[in-house]
């Protein structure tokens, strides 16, 4: 069974930066392609950053130029570096991992991420 673990994340100034890692252990990391989602109180979840299992890069309009997803298949690990945060990135963010082989999805459990003075 897969396991989706995510660390890091919490409090931090506008303006700041944070670095989110996810892990993700059951079945070989290379063949999922992993994202980050995020969902802010009242809002439906929205795509924050994708990345395939050959390394391509997706990100949704309102993190580009500030936020970089990267993947390190080594540890089995994809990274979520967050810069020039804004109160508007406060949300619970999620890690997902989908698999290239089955197409089945895998959720990490959520980390509150706050922006604020």
């Known amino acids: 069974q897969e396991r989706v673990v995510e660390s890091g994340g919490g409090l931090v100034q506008p303006g700041g930066s944070l670095r989110r890692s996810c892990a993700v252990s059951?079945?070989?990391?290379?063949?999922?392609?992993m994202g980050w989602y995020r969902q802010a109180p009242g809002k439906q979840r929205e795509l924050v950053a994708t990345?395939?299992?050959?390394?391509?890069?997706n990100y949704a309009d309102s993190v580009k130029d500030r936020f970089t997803i990267s993947r390190g298949n080594a540890k089995n690990t994809v990274y979520l570096q967050m810069n020039s945060l804004k109160p508007e990135d406060t949300a619970v963010y999620y890690c997902?991992?989908?698999?290239?082989?089955?197409?089945?999805?895998?959720w990490g459990q959520g980390t509150q991420v706050t922006v604020s003075s």
């Open positions: 997902n991992a989908e698999s290239v082989i089955t197409g089945k999805d895998y």
């Open positions: 990345i395939t299992n050959g390394g391509s890069t």
């Open positions: 059951g079945s070989i990391f290379s063949t999922y392609a």
